[in-house]
C-alpha cells in the first residue's frame, strides 16, 4: 500500500535531529551529535532516497525494522557491522545493503552518503510474484559483481528525479517501487539464516554453488562477499568446520559423483573431472575415494552395469 509522498530537509547537527534520525532509520548516536549535517529526503512509506552531507566520522548504530537500506558512498568509505556477522565496508562504486530487521554498527568517514529505503514487506510481495519466497529475517547478500553494483548504484539516478518530484502520481510510485525491488532481486542473493549459518557464510555457499565450472579462488570469495580472505577463512571454520577450498571441492565432488551415477553416452572419468574444476587426475581420485568409498572409475562401471541390465529386462511393446 503506497501512502503519501513527502519530502524532509534537515540542516545543522546531527543533535538537533536525532528523534527525526531515530524515526527513519532506528539511529542510535555515538559521541558525534555535534556533527554538522545536511540530509534531504523524498519518498514515501515503500521507497524513498535520502543524500546525506555531513563532516566528521560518525559512529552508532542502525536498526531498520521495515526496510531494506541501500547505502551508496560519494568518497571515503562506510564500515557497517552486523551483530552476528563481519564488517562490510561501503566504498565509491561499491554500494552496500542492509538488510530490515536487523541491526548495524556503523563507522562512517564519508562526507556524502546517498541512501535508498525500501520496504521490506514490498520486496518480500514482489518476490513472492516472480514465485520467490523470502522468509522473515532474511537477509540479502553484498552486491558480488561489477555488473550487480553498478546496477544497483543507477538506482538514484534513474530514479531520484521521479521520487523527488511532487507531481508524481500513485501509479508512478508503484512502478519505482517495482524497479527497486526487482533491482534488488535481481543484483542480491537472498541469504536464509534461520538455519544457523552467518549470513556471510551462507552468501559464499551460494556463490560458490553457481560457479563451480569456474576457476576461482578464496580470494575470489572473500571479495564477493566483501569480507577478508582472513575472515571468510575463520567464519567458514567457526560455521562448518572446514576451509572454504575444501567446501569448494566437496561440491564440486558431488557433481562429478551425479554425473557418474547417470553417465551420458560417451562419458569419461577424465572428462567429468575436468569439466568440474579438477585438472590433476590422481589427486581427483584420490579425493574421490575419500569422500565416497571407491574411485570414480568403480562408479562410473557400475552405473553402466546397471543401466545396460535395465536396457536388456526392459519389457518390449
Same mark, same amino acid.
Request: glycine share 8%.
Given at each position: ?136 529475517? !532474511? ?5 558480488? %559483481?561489477?555488473? &550487480?553494483? @553498478?546496477?544497483?548504484?543507477?538506482? +538514484?539516478? =534513474?530514479?531520484? $528525479? ?9 501509479? !508512478? ?5 517495482? %524497479?527497486?525491488? &526487482?533491482? @534488488?532481486?535481481?543484483?542480491?542473493? +537472498?541469504? =536464509?539464516?534461520? $538455519? ?9 555457499? !551460494? ?111
Amino acid at each position: 500500500m503506497m501512502h503519501d509522498f513527502r519530502r524532509d530537509a534537515m540542516s545543522g547537527n546531527l543533535g538537533d535531529f536525532e528523534s527525526r534520525l531515530a524515526e527513519l532509520f532506528g539511529r542510535s548516536p555515538g559521541g558525534d551529535v555535534t556533527n554538522r549535517v545536511e540530509l534531504r529526503r523524498a519518498g514515501d512509506d515503500t521507497v524513498s532516497i535520502t543524500r546525506v552531507l555531513c563532516e566528521g566520522r560518525r559512529r552508532g548504530t542502525l536498526e531498520q525494522h521495515t526496510h531494506h537500506l541501500l547505502v551508496i558512498v560519494g568518497d571515503r568509505e562506510a564500515a557497517f557491522t552486523p551483530e552476528d556477522g563481519a564488517t562490510v565496508i561501503g566504498l565509491p562504486n561499491a554500494p552496500v545493503l542492509l538488510s530490515g530487521g536487523h541491526r548495524y554498527a556503523y563507522d562512517v568517514s564519508a562526507t556524502r552518503v546517498t541512501l535508498l529505503q525500501i520496504s521490506s514487506n514490498f520486496v518480500r510481495n514482489r518476490a513472492a510474484q516472480r514465485g520467490v519466497v523470502i522468509g522473515i529475517g !532474511a537477509v540479502f547478500s553484498q552486491p558480488a %559483481t561489477d555488473t &550487480d553494483r @553498478l546496477s544497483l548504484m543507477s538506482l +538514484v539516478p =534513474e530514479l531520484g $528525479a521521479e521520487i523527488a518530484s511532487a507531481d508524481t502520481d500513485a501509479l !508512478a510510485r508503484i512502478d519505482i517501487a517495482n %524497479t527497486a525491488a &526487482d533491482a @534488488l532481486l535481481q543484483a542480491l542473493h +537472498v541469504v =536464509e539464516t534461520e $538455519a544457523g549459518l552467518s549470513a556471510h557464510v551462507a552468501a559464499a555457499e !551460494a556463490w560458490i554453488r553457481t560457479r563451480l565450472r569456474e576457476d576461482i579462488t578464496t580470494g575470489d570469495i572473500a571479495a564477493a562477499v566483501r569480507i577478508s580472505v582472513r575472515t571468510l577463512q575463520e567464519v567458514f571454520r567457526r560455521e562448518l568446520n572446514q576451509t572454504p577450498t575444501a567446501f569448494l571441492r566437496a561440491q564440486r565432488l558431488e557433481r562429478v559423483r551425479e554425473a557418474l551415477l547417470d553417465p551420458a553416452d560417451g562419458v569419461t572419468v577424465s572428462g567429468v573431472a575436468r569439466e568440474w574444476g579438477f585438472r590433476h587426475g590422481g589427486r581427483f581420485s584420490e579425493a574421490y575415494n575419500d569422500r565416497f568409498g571407491e574411485f570414480p572409475r568403480i562408479t562410473l562401471s557400475r552405473s553402466r552395469r546397471r543401466a545396460a541390465h535395465a536396457d536388456v529386462h526392459r519389457p518390449v511393446r
